[in-house]
Structure formats: C-alpha cells, structure tokens
C-alpha cells in the first residue's frame, strides 16, 4: 500500500510537471501571443511586460505578433492551444468585447474560450494628422468629410479595433461619411499616414506617442471621456461638440479555457506586482495608459461588461462585417 502511494505520488507530481503546474512553472519558454504586427500601441505595451518577466524573474517569454481580423486570428490561436499555461495572449477590447458582435461569424467565444488572467491598461484613441495636415481642429476634419462625403480617409488598426468603432461612432455623431481604412496592425496605419496614403488615423494613445512627441503629426481629439495627463492640451471629441463621446480600449493578459487556476493565480500576482513599479506605471502613464490591475474576476467580469456595452452600440449603428 505505501508503494502504491508513493507511486500514485510521483506519477500526480509528474503530471503537474507537464502541465507547467506547481511551483516549478514555468519550466520551459511561454509563448506570448501579440494579435497585432510589431510597432503598434498593443506590441509595445506587450513587450514591456514580457522584458519585465524576463528580466525580474528570469521567465522566457517568446513574443509571437499573430495580427488580422482586428485580433481575431492571434487570439483564436490562443483558444485553441493547450491548457498549460505555456500559451498566452495580449487581449483587447477589440477581440473580447467588439468583434463578437461586428463580425458576422467568430472563430472562437470570447467569453467561454479564453481565461480571463489579469487586466493590463486603458487606453483611449486618438485622432491623429501628419504635421503639414490643413486639418488644425477636429472640426475642420468634420469640415473636409461633409465636403467630399466618403473620401477623406481615417486609418485604423484593423476591423473591429476601438478606433474603428470610434471612426464608426463619430460619423454618425457628427452626420458625416469617411472612408474607414483598415490595416493588420498601428504600425502599417502610421506608416501610411506619415507617407501621405491616408489623411487621418484614429490609433490607441501608446501607438501615436512616439511620432506626436517627434512632431510628425498632430492630434485633434482624444476619445475619451476626459482629458489624458499625457496630452494635456488636446481636448476630448466630448469637448468638441459631441456630448457623451466615450471610446477607450484596453488590454489583458488571457489564455486557453481550462487554463489551472494555479498558474492563472500565479501570473496574475507577478503581473500586478510589475505594474506596481513606479518605472512600469510611469511608462504606461508617459504613453496615454492607465495600469488597471486586478483579480482574473474583475477582469472576467469587465469584459463582459464591457462585451455587452459594444454590443448595445454597435447594433444601434448597425455596423457588421462580413
């Protein structure tokens, strides 16, 4: 009998070993989805935190960038991956809570698919033009569309992103037709606005910072509801003319359903003790974020607010995507 225990023992540690569970995890790299290309808003957050894994707890974070389909791709990739807590990804607002209701058919359930691990940072979008753009105000934006209806361009991060939305939104406020341009990621969007493909870009605060601070382009209108420390001096859409006008993404760590609640507990902690360094949350600060860090069920609990909230619009508007 103590020989079958002892078996039964080791057998059950082993087990753990190879789920990554236990206080050996993780025992071998962990595969950290960004579903986005490199350079954009959701990239650069995601690096910071797998550089502050890596180099405060000696983890090997592997950064695969899975972009298209407003992040529907990378975080399907998630969805289907094994439960051991050696696949995670960045999820937003845009593949959590906007997607299910914009596009006709989901790869995966945001709701029943993934694990809510821990909230990462809100961010809102920001109505962007290149430095030499005759666009000075957000209403000389508004100005230009309803002249040329359905031809002055706003690139965005792709479909389903919050700054489709926020495009989608303001046309209707403001009665108005853009043309809404879509890319697989911010970096190809800030690329065409700089080469002068495209008039306008409506991109998370973190992906315009850099260019806005080397005076390349210029922000109209910040989503939302109020004002960021990061741009003091460039006032709300609400601000604007358009009362109420609230459009801000955010970011989460998630991982396959099924994921043990060890290892969730577990990143979970270490994620929430790095975004209480004052070097990490005066980054985020410095690029238009705000650190939200909580527990897997406050982060579970906001997406599906917030899955409801998106939903309620986007039906309003009427707003699908094949």
């Given at each position: 009998?103590?020989?079958?225990?002892?078996?039964?023992?080791?057998?059950?540690?082993?087990?753990?070993?190879?789920?990554?569970?236990?206080?050996?995890?993780?025992?071998?790299?962990?595969?950290?989805?960004?579903?986005?290309?490199?350079?954009?808003?959701?990239?650069?957050?995601?690096?910071?935190?797998?550089?502050?894994?890596?180099?405060?707890?000696?983890?090997?974070?592997?950064?695969?960038?899975?972009?298209?389909?407003?992040?529907?791709?990378?975080?399907?990739?998630?969805?289907?991956?094994?439960?051991?807590?050696?696949?995670?990804?960045?999820?937003?607002?845009?593949?959590?809570?906007?997607?299910?209701?914009?596009?006709?058919?989901?790869?995966?359930?945001?709701?029943?698919?993934?694990?809510?691990?821990?909230?990462?940072?809100?961010?809102?979008?920001?109505?962007?033009?290149?430095?030499?753009?005759?666009?000075?105000?957000?209403?000389?934006?508004?100005?230009?569309?309803?002249?040329?209806?359905?031809?002055?361009?706003?690139?965005?991060?792709?479909?389903?992103?919050?700054?489709?939305?926020?495009?989608?939104?303001?046309?209707?406020?403001?009665?108005?037709?853009?043309?809404?341009?879509?890319?697989?990621?911010?970096?190809?969007?800030?690329?065409?606005?700089?080469?002068?493909?495209?008039?306008?870009?409506?991109?998370?605060?973190?992906?315009?910072?850099?260019?806005?601070?080397?005076?390349?382009?210029?922000?109209?209108?910040?989503?939302?509801?109020?004002?960021?420390?990061?741009?003091?001096?460039?006032?709300?859409?609400?601000?604007?003319?358009?009362?109420?006008?609230?459009?801000?993404?955010?970011?989460?760590?998630?991982?396959?359903?099924?994921?043990?609640a060890d290892i969730v507990a577990?990143?979970?902690?270490?994620?929430?003790?790095?975004?209480?360094?004052?070097?990490?949350?005066?980054?985020?600060?410095?690029?238009?974020?705000?650190?939200?860090?909580?527990?897997?069920?406050?982060?579970?609990?906001?997406i599906r607010a917030e899955h409801?909230?998106?939903?309620?619009?986007?039906?309003?508007?009427?707003?699908?995507?094949?």
């Amino acid at each position: 009998m103590q020989r079958r225990q002892v078996l039964a023992a080791a057998l059950a540690a082993t087990a753990s070993t190879a789920f990554g569970q236990g206080p050996t995890y993780p025992a071998r790299p962990v595969r950290f989805v960004v579903p986005f290309p490199p350079g954009g808003g959701t990239d650069t957050t995601s690096r910071m935190i797998c550089e502050k894994f890596s180099t405060l707890l000696g983890w090997t974070m592997v950064v695969d960038n899975k972009p298209g389909a407003g992040g529907n791709i990378g975080l399907d990739f998630v969805a289907k991956a094994a439960p051991d807590g050696y696949t995670i990804g960045m999820g937003q607002a845009s593949n959590l809570a906007v997607n299910p209701s914009l596009y006709a058919k989901m790869p995966f359930d945001p709701l029943k698919d993934l694990t809510p691990i821990v909230s990462i940072a809100e961010q809102p979008v920001v109505l962007v033009v290149r430095a030499d753009s005759p666009f000075k105000t957000l209403a000389d934006f508004v100005q230009a569309a309803k002249a040329r209806p359905g031809r002055v361009g706003i690139a965005q991060a792709g479909n389903g992103t919050v700054g489709h939305l926020a495009g989608e939104l303001l046309e209707r406020r403001a009665g108005i037709q853009v043309l809404q341009v879509p890319y697989k990621g911010a970096g190809p969007a800030m690329n065409d606005l700089l080469a002068s493909q495209v008039e306008t870009y409506f991109g998370n605060s973190v992906s315009v910072m850099g260019q806005l601070a080397a005076g390349k382009i210029r922000a109209l209108a910040v989503s939302s509801a109020r004002r960021i420390s990061a741009l003091p001096n460039v006032p709300t859409v609400a601000e604007q003319g358009y009362a109420g006008f609230d459009a801000t993404t955010w970011l989460g760590l998630v991982g396959p359903a099924g994921l043990p609640a060890d290892i969730v507990a577990k990143i979970n902690a270490e994620t929430v003790k790095i975004l209480a360094r004052s070097d990490v949350k005066d980054k985020l600060v410095q690029e238009g974020s705000e650190p939200t860090p909580g527990t897997p069920q406050q982060f579970a609990a906001h997406i599906r607010a917030e899955h409801a909230k998106w939903g309620t619009l986007i039906r309003e508007a009427n707003i699908r995507i094949e």
